[in-house]
């Protein structure tokens, strides 16, 4: 058979076909194949105009690329992924490049680079951010592992991203589960954004008593300025949306418990090995898996209620609101980033954090106008070791900073919960504070457990003969 496929996809689902979709408008020669065949009929619908074909026999499928062969993964993450390596390898030739874009753990993606690298196999995990929208139009994209293979994938995948001032949203990232990495950060950083969105919400209808067309409101106007982004915009739409069931809005309707999938968990299960904190992003974490427990909610509700008392002076709070927004947005990045700088170091990355930034600005969910301001601080500043160290971002910080402290007094007067506000302000009060009182915990650590100290005039470690005091 002739080879003559530059691109094979395996996963027909919707992220993988909008994908072949968008390869195929940009003039590539590129097919499918899918256990299910459903999905290659419904490839063959939505891409006649391409004459977009696909195979259901993988040995044909194979057979039909060209190589090095290029084969996409666009099945679940997990053990899905390693049945489908199992049933490649024996097909693949040295050399051939297998690129996994799911959602799959760093850790099973460096397993997996390694186990193929013996077997003379390129493995990318490779991240995409945008959704369906996205994959069909142009997403960011997050490529990780061998560098000189990607030369292999660049034109194709630069042709397909999405597009900021003419800059593809691509870049190489790093070796090995770099890409796989670099992607769950991004949703961390998502899951962030979202809960701050969330308790501004609440801030809002209860602090305020706003409607949902003034909430919308809000939302517009912050997204017609410095907060511009796309979760933003879709946040302000989410409150214009009418339920047919009932007539009145749809978020009244939806149930206040929230789901993930695991790319946040990950993001703090890391955070932690790796001692780099991140505490609004664990927040946000933490808040979606507190919201399940409704049944207790609305016991405790009861058992500690509280008259909701709203804010009095509502114009200059929804100013103040605004600082406290963009405030923990800059956190949040700050966090996420900080993380990425130190997984560079301890998982030898590499990593470019402006190129970063740089393909972050378009296609993905976490796409802002403030990833400008990163791009540019990074851009200018290689080792800048923290968001917080940039000159221009420490200005903005120091004149929101009276806002920001404002909100969460005002919400906790009122005990209205707004966990990713106030560690935000938490984070920012402890990285900028001189003097800890971290020498108490080492204090108690030593006195209870011999655990040693290091003290301030003197090199080594010291262990006291702490002397209870007798009551
Ligand atoms: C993206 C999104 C995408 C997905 C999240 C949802 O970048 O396109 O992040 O990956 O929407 O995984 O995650 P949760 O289900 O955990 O909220």
Redesign the pocket.
């Known amino acids: 058979m002739e080879s003559k496929y530059t691109l094979g996809m395996i996963g027909l689902g919707t992220m993988g076909r909008n994908l072949l979709l968008n390869m195929a408008d940009n003039g590539f020669a590129v097919t499918g194949y899918d256990k299910d065949p459903n999905m290659i009929q419904k490839l063959k619908e939505d891409g006649a105009k391409h004459n977009l074909n696909a195979y259901e026999s993988l040995e044909d499928f194979i057979q039909s690329l060209e190589l090095p062969r290029r084969i996409m993964l666009l099945v679940p993450a997990g053990p899905i992924v390693d049945s489908v390596i199992k049933e490649l390898e024996p097909l693949l030739d040295k050399g051939d490049i297998i690129i996994d874009s799911g959602?799959s753990h760093f850790t099973d993606t460096s397993r997996r680079a390694i186990e193929l690298s013996d077997k003379g196999i390129h493995f990318f995990g490779m991240?995409?951010?945008?959704?369906e929208e996205?994959a069909r139009f142009g997403?960011?994209i997050m490529p990780g592992g061998d560098k000189t293979a990607y030369g292999a994938m660049k034109e194709i995948l630069e042709a397909v991203s999405a597009k900021v001032n003419g800059d593809p949203c691509v870049t190489y990232i790093g070796p090995g589960a770099s890409g796989h990495f670099v992607?769950m950060v991004?949703?961390g950083i998502?899951?962030a954004m979202?809960q701050l969105m969330a308790e501004a919400y609440d801030l809002m209808r209860t602090a305020l008593g706003y409607s949902n067309e003034q909430i919308f409101s809000v939302f517009e106007e912050w997204n017609n300025g410095r907060l511009q982004s796309f979760l933003m915009e879709v946040t302000r739409d989410i409150f214009a949306f009418k339920d047919e069931v009932t007539g009145g809005f749809l978020i009244d309707m939806i149930k206040d418990e929230?789901?993930?999938?695991?790319?946040?968990?990950w993001t703090t299960q890391v955070s932690v090995d790796l001692q780099l904190p991140i505490p609004t992003i664990n927040e946000a974490v933490t808040t979606?898996d507190l919201s399940k427990y409704k049944t207790l909610r609305v016991n405790l509700s009861k058992t500690y209620p509280e008259e909701k008392v709203t804010v009095e002076n509502k114009e200059a709070f929804i100013v103040e609101l605004e600082q406290a927004m963009y405030f923990s947005v800059i956190t949040s990045y700050a966090q996420g980033l900080h993380l990425l700088w130190q997984a560079s170091a301890s998982y030898e990355y590499d990593l470019n954090l402006h190129e970063i930034a740089q393909i972050w600005r378009g296609g993905?969910?976490?796409r802002a106008a403030f990833l400008e301001d990163i791009y540019q601080a990074y851009k200018k500043q290689p080792d800048l070791e923290h968001l917080y160290a940039d000159a221009g971002i420490a200005s903005k910080m120091k004149e929101i900073l009276p806002g920001m402290r404002n909100v969460v007094i005002e919400a906790t007067k009122i005990g209205l919960a707004i966990p990713a506000f106030a560690s935000a302000l938490t984070y920012f009060d402890s990285l900028r504070t001189e003097k800890l009182p971290a020498n108490l915990i080492q204090a108690q650590r030593d006195f209870f457990g011999a655990h040693k100290f290091e003290r301030t005039d003197a090199e080594g470690v010291f262990h006291a003969i702490w002397n209870p005091v007798k009551a």
């Not at 991240?127 to 959704?131: F, L």
């Not at 929230?258 to 968990?265: E, H, N, R």
């Open positions: 959602n991240g995409i951010s945008g959704g996205g997403p960011s992607k991004h949703n998502e899951y979202m929230a789901k993930s999938k695991g790319t946040g968990k979606r993905c969910i976490i």
